[in-house]
């Protein structure tokens, strides 16, 4: 067998494969970019950015993103992160996508984080066997348990995003009035890996911005050897009447000054709104305090050590009515609030790039860096 023939063609399929996901990120802020008013950048800025991606990075970018963040939030900066080579390169460098799947799996986080302050789980499924908490019962059983329950939520253990099959659900005596289902037909339409937790009361300043959506803190973390450094950390805000607060849904976002846990500036909605200074339900958004937020950051940097695969994470962080941090869900390669916050890195753009230029791609190699193992 031609080994070396084998791996040339596979290297030349690899760098198809980013080139198409290059592309195809490249066309979604053009879309975005039709749909709010551009300011230009000038050649100069132009110039500076690709010469600072050339000598970080080894390679110029596309400045749509550097354009359309500077358009939408009036902040210009070369250190902006292009979707593109966040989503094709940078993630899959700083993170071990082979490991992914499973660790994000929301049926396992009992496991990882079994002290952690979670919302209490009813009823989960696993790849299509039951469990109660850690406890396997029967899918009868499990109907059981959840024939009667009170402001309890649906959602996907694994792929889901952006609030994607998230549903407020409440069952008398086996079923749910809101969707006419009963609670074995709810089962099936989710066929596996799906969980029922309670719903999360929230902290009453939270449910001041939004008090139908559980209003969420998420907290971008970047670790450097045996240090957890928070990078930025937005509050991601729910519409009027709605369950997420998810941009899909319409929510808004807003960045958080990391001294003092307030709200910085206005909030940001999707490119056809304009910025905004008040929620819809009346609260102005800068200055505003976001509760526990030092006990928020502390809880996010022990999380982060259990997950020794995943060096830049992504955290939905509520507050509950006692005031304690609630982990609501980790993302292995959350999408970077750079409108909301600016340029997502900071400090640590040069260093990341870096990683990026010179590290295994775990997208195609099943270990790298520290996990490679050295053959006998």
């Given at each position: 067998?031609?080994?070396?023939?084998?791996?040339?063609?596979?290297?030349?399929?690899?760098?198809?494969?980013?080139?198409?996901?290059e592309?195809?990120?490249?066309?979604?802020?053009?879309?975005?970019?039709?749909?709010?008013?551009?300011?230009?950048?000038?050649?100069?800025?132009?110039?500076?950015?690709?010469?600072y991606?050339?000598?970080?990075?080894?390679?110029?970018?596309?400045?749509?993103?550097?354009?359309?963040?500077?358009?939408?939030?009036?902040?210009?900066?070369?250190?902006?992160?292009?979707?593109?080579?966040?989503?094709?390169?940078i993630?899959?460098?700083?993170?071990?996508?082979?490991?992914?799947?499973?660790?994000?799996?929301?049926?396992?986080?009992?496991?990882?984080?079994p002290?952690?302050?979670?919302?209490?789980?009813?009823?989960?499924?696993?790849?299509?066997?039951?469990?109660?908490?850690?406890?396997?019962?029967?899918?009868?059983?499990?109907?059981?348990?959840?024939?009667?329950?009170?402001?309890?939520?649906?959602?996907?253990?694994?792929?889901?995003?952006?609030?994607?099959?998230?549903?407020?659900?409440?069952?008398?005596?086996?079923?749910?009035?809101?969707?006419?289902?009963?609670?074995?037909?709810?089962?099936?339409?989710?066929?596996?890996?799906?969980?029922?937790?309670?719903?999360?009361?929230?902290?009453?300043?939270l449910?001041?911005?939004n008090?139908?959506?559980?209003?969420?803190?998420?907290?971008?973390?970047?670790?450097?050897?045996?240090?957890?450094?928070?990078?930025?950390a937005?509050?991601?805000?729910?519409?009027?009447?709605?369950?997420?607060?998810?941009?899909?849904a319409?929510?808004?976002?807003?960045?958080?000054?990391?001294r003092?846990?307030?709200?910085?500036?206005?909030?940001?909605?999707?490119?056809?709104?304009?910025?905004?200074?008040?929620?819809?339900?009346?609260?102005?958004?800068?200055?505003?305090?976001?509760?526990?937020?030092?006990?928020?950051l502390?809880?996010?940097?022990?999380?982060h050590?259990?997950?020794?695969?995943?060096?830049?994470?992504?955290?939905?962080?509520?507050?509950?009515?006692?005031?304690?941090?609630?982990?609501?869900?980790?993302?292995?390669?959350?999408?970077?609030?750079?409108?909301?916050?600016g340029?997502?890195?900071?400090?640590y753009?040069?260093?990341?790039?870096?990683?990026?230029?010179?590290?295994?791609?775990?997208?195609?190699?099943?270990?790298?860096?520290?996990?490679?193992?050295?053959?006998?």
């Open positions: 067998m031609n080994f070396e023939l084998i791996n040339t063609y596979q290297s030349i399929q690899n760098k198809l494969t980013l080139k198409l996901l592309r195809f990120f490249e066309s979604k802020v053009k879309k975005s970019m039709k749909l709010c008013s551009m300011k230009p950048l000038t050649k100069g800025q132009q110039a500076d950015i690709k010469a991606f050339k000598k970080h990075f080894g390679r110029e970018v596309p400045t749509y993103w550097h354009q359309y963040l500077y358009s939408r939030n009036g902040i210009y900066s070369e250190k902006y992160i292009p979707a593109s080579i966040y989503s094709s390169s993630i899959y460098s700083l993170n071990n996508y082979q490991f992914s799947l499973a660790y994000v799996d929301k049926g396992f986080y009992d496991t990882v984080f002290d952690v302050n979670r919302p209490l789980t009813f009823v989960k499924n696993v790849n299509g066997y039951y469990y109660d908490d850690k406890k396997p019962i029967s899918e009868k059983e499990a109907i059981k348990k959840c024939s009667n329950i009170q402001e309890a939520v649906i959602k996907p253990c694994l792929l889901g995003s952006w609030g994607q099959g998230v549903k407020m659900i409440h069952a008398e005596n086996g079923f749910i009035p809101d969707m006419n289902l009963s609670v074995s037909d709810l089962f099936s339409h989710y066929k596996s890996n799906f969980i029922i937790q309670s719903k999360l009361v929230q902290h009453p300043e449910a001041k911005l008090p139908t959506s559980v209003n969420t803190i998420r907290v971008m973390s970047y670790r450097r050897e045996n240090e957890v450094v928070i990078l930025y937005t509050i991601r805000i729910g519409r009027k009447g709605e369950v997420v607060d998810n941009e899909t319409g929510g808004i976002k807003a960045d958080i000054d990391l003092t846990g307030r709200i910085k500036g206005p909030a940001f909605g999707s490119p056809t709104e304009e910025n905004m200074c008040m929620t819809d339900s009346g609260v102005e958004v800068d200055g505003f305090l976001i509760p526990s937020f030092p006990q928020i502390d809880f996010v940097k022990d999380m050590f259990r997950l020794p695969y995943f060096r830049l994470i992504g955290w939905d962080i509520s507050v509950d009515v006692e005031g304690k941090p609630v982990m609501i869900e980790w993302n292995r390669s959350a999408e970077l609030s750079q409108v909301a916050h340029p997502a890195f900071g400090v753009t040069e260093e990341i790039l870096a990683n990026a230029r010179t590290g295994n791609n775990t997208r195609f190699n099943q270990l790298s860096g520290r996990n490679r193992q050295i053959p006998v």
